[in-house]
């Protein structure tokens, strides 16, 4: 229950097109879910997180899409660039907890 | 505001030594959390301290240690190496107030047991 399952693994997306990335989750006591990015010898960093209070947020070419019902939330990068060539990952938690529950990271590769 | 900053960068180490990782969290954040990432297995939590207190403790042995200064600073210790320990280690502090306080990655400590 306090998994958060993120696929895909990994995602191949030519230059300009949509890169989608979803998570799935079962603890319904979750209310707050960040996404974060890493690049090659960094460490993550927050990208763009959401509430359950609203369906989509947006943040330039990022939006995450959030379906309470379904469980799932969703990463969209629209004209993905190949500065946007990370590793992705999802995150879960509820206030009052002091931990993210990670999902497991999807490499993009974005081809020029 | 001077980010997380982690030392040593790089760390090779021989199997059953043990070893001593730094963390220095950004200015006024209290909470430090450490990571095992592996190309496999993901960010896997080791613990968080608050306060000096360790508030929270992930599914690792008892080799895998830490403790936090009265500054904030924060030490990872892991006794006895193992070949399965060698991994990116990252550090990320916050200000440890739940979900509204976004976490703080510094870039790691490669280290390599061989």
């Known amino acids: 229950q306090q998994q958060v399952k993120q696929s895909p693994q990994s995602l191949i997306v030519q230059k300009g097109g949509i890169s989608i990335i979803n998570c799935a989750y079962e603890?319904?006591?979750?209310?707050?879910f960040p996404w974060y990015q890493q690049f090659p010898g960094k460490g993550p960093a927050l990208l763009i997180a959401?509430?359950?209070d609203v369906s989509e947020k947006k943040e330039g070419r990022f939006t995450i899409s959030f379906n309470k019902s379904a469980k799932q939330f969703s990463l969209h990068i629209m004209d993905s660039q190949p500065g946007d060539s990370a590793t992705y990952f999802c995150?879960?938690?509820?206030?009052?907890?002091?931990?993210?529950?990670w999902g497991a990271g999807t490499k993009l590769i974005i081809k020029p | 505001k001077a980010g997380v900053t982690q030392t040593p960068r790089y760390l090779i180490k021989t199997r059953g030594q043990q070893v001593t990782l730094s963390c220095s969290p950004i200015?006024?954040?209290?909470?430090v959390s450490w990571y095992q990432q592996t190309p496999g297995q993901g960010l896997q939590f080791l613990f968080e301290?608050?306060?000096?207190?360790?508030?929270n403790k992930g599914n690792f042995p008892g080799r895998f240690s830490g403790r936090q200064f009265s500054n904030s600073r924060s030490e990872m210790n892991v006794s006895t190496l193992e070949l399965g320990d060698s991994a990116l280690y990252l550090c990320?502090?916050?200000?440890?107030?739940?979900?509204?306080?976004?976490?703080?990655f510094g870039n790691g400590t490669r280290l390599t047991v061989t």
């Open positions: 990320a502090s916050s200000l440890g107030q739940g979900s509204n306080s976004p976490l703080h």
């Open positions: 995150a879960a938690t509820w206030e009052g907890n002091y931990q993210l529950i």
């Open positions: 301290y608050f306060s000096e207190t360790q508030r």
């Open positions: 603890n319904t006591a979750f209310d707050y």
């Open positions: 200015s006024g954040h209290r909470s």
């Open positions: 959401i509430r359950p």
